[in-house]
């Protein structure tokens, strides 16, 4: 079955097309990118909400990243975040470089997984920033379980494209999480 990738509202592709445009005519944008994009949004879960026992349900939806290019090559990702109640959407931002490319290399993978073929899932992507986590999250679409498939992590208890359910990955999330929060990262005063 095709994995089931969301497309985001007219407002955001606009200002994904005009945020591009306007940093085109700056000459920020590779000239020989291929056409195309794959718009994503990606979902946030903060450190201390994984503690208490949350999961991605309470992941809050924070952009679209629209990537562009391919995986050796130029490649873009352009961000267009959620705007606050009244205000409109805008590109926010625009990288380049080995994680993007990654990322499109990535995002082609998870399609052909087993996994993915087996079941309905739609595609959202789960970023932990405290852990330095990005994961593709499995949406299941039916009776199912989610899936959670990193593609960018570094941690060893976690492998890269390997789908884990996502009560699984989650267990294993807590562990680092609650390790994490632990850590007094804070300046030490100086002797």
């Not at 990243?65 to 130029?74: E, I, K, N, V, Y």
């Not at 470089?97 to 052909?112: A, C, F, T, Y």
């Not at 932990?128 to 009776?143: N, Y």
Request: aromatic share 6%.
């Amino acid at each position: 079955m095709p994995l089931v990738q969301p497309s985001p509202p007219p407002e955001t592709w606009e200002a994904y097309r005009k945020g591009v445009d306007e940093l085109d005519a700056l000459d920020r944008v590779p000239h020989d990118l291929p056409a195309g994009e794959i718009p994503q949004e990606i979902y946030v879960l903060d450190l201390k909400e994984i503690v208490k026992g949350a999961g991605p349900e309470l992941a809050k939806p924070v952009v679209w990243q629209f990537l562009r290019g391919a995986a050796s090559g130029p490649a873009i990702a352009a961000d267009v975040a959620h705007p606050q109640p009244g205000k409109q959407s805008r590109l926010t931002s625009l990288a380049r470089g080995p994680l993007i490319n990654k990322s499109i290399e990535s995002s082609r993978q998870v399609e052909k997984l087993p996994e993915v073929k087996r079941n309905n899932y739609e595609l959202r992507r789960l970023s932990i920033p405290g852990l330095s986590i990005r994961v593709f999250w499995l949406k299941s679409l039916e009776a199912g379980v989610d899936l959670a498939v990193p593609y960018h992590n570094l941690h060893r208890e976690i492998k890269d494209m390997q789908p884990y359910p996502m009560p699984k990955f989650m267990r294993i999330v807590k562990r680092l999480a609650v390790k994490r929060l632990k850590f007094d990262d804070s300046p030490r005063p100086k002797r």
